[in-house]
């Protein structure tokens, strides 16, 4: 019933810049916390950032100052302006969100993955 789907990621020297997007889509009757999610090869899946619907933002500190989270409600969208990129940013990022949908009986919450993207810095 809800689709997430990013879109953004690249290939990108040590010091440059991405932006991801997360278009939610579906019978979407309001979206919660989001959030942005990476998992480098052999590693577990880490929160990156994390953003409430009265944008009230969250970052692990690894990324504090460099990665900025935002959304667009009117769109059902999550934003991750990362900058200053560094080699050890590379990661399959992943859009997730607290999604309440409506269906033929009302309403359901639940928890969304979008299917991730890649982002790879070279040094």
């Known amino acids: 019933q809800v689709q997430l789907v990013e879109s953004g990621g690249g290939l990108v020297q040590a010091g440059g810049s991405l932006r991801l997007s997360c278009a939610a889509s579906?019978?979407?009757?309001?979206?919660?916390?989001m959030g942005w999610y990476r998992q480098a090869p052999e590693k577990q899946r880490e929160l990156v950032a994390s953003i409430t619907s009265g944008g009230s933002t969250n970052y692990d500190d690894s990324v504090k100052g460099r990665f900025t989270i935002s959304r667009d409600n009117a769109k059902n969208t999550v934003y991750l302006q990362m900058n200053s990129l560094k080699p050890e940013d590379t990661a399959v990022y992943y859009c997730n969100a607290d999604v309440v949908y409506g269906f033929e009986f009302g309403y359901r919450s639940t928890n969304c993955w979008g299917k991730g993207t890649q982002v790879t810095v070279s040094s």
């Open positions: 579906g019978s979407i009757f309001s979206i919660n916390a």
